[in-house]
Nanobody, 126 residues
């Protein structure tokens, strides 16, 4: 069975950094997309970043470009989200996710992601 387990969330002051990790198991198909999404209270789930498992392509929502970096370690079956210069508006539950295929209509739509972790809370204080 597929499992995605996020860790690394917590409370941090504005301007600080956090590194989220997503340990995966049961994902044997390598031509897939790994994504990070976030959801703040009262808001829809929002795309944050994505990476092809091959590492050949990454994508970021404009609000995090230059601050966040997505990466993966194939040997450890882990995807990371390095978050720098955090802002209060980054506060949300962050979810790790994976598609079951490489080709999807849009890489930014959560509807096309098939597997999800339980989420990890990120809180940025001002």
């Amino acid at each position: 069975q597929v499992q995605l387990v996020e860790s690394g969330g917590g409370l941090v002051q504005a301007g600080g950094s956090l590194r989220l990790s997503c340990l995966t198991s049961g994902l044997t198909y390598n031509r897939r997309i790994m994504g990070w999404f976030r959801q703040a209270p009262g808001k829809e789930r929002e795309f944050v970043a994505a990476i092809l498992w091959s590492g050949n392509y990454t994508d970021y929502v404009d609000s995090v470009k230059g601050r966040f970096t997505i990466d993966r370690d194939k040997a450890k079956n882990t995807v990371y989200l390095q978050m720098n210069t955090l802002k209060p508006e980054d506060t949300a539950i962050y979810y790790c996710s994976s598609t079951a295929r490489r080709t999807v209509p849009t890489i930014r739509d959560h509807m096309y992601y098939d597997y999800w972790g339980q989420g990890t809370q990120v809180t940025v204080s001002s």
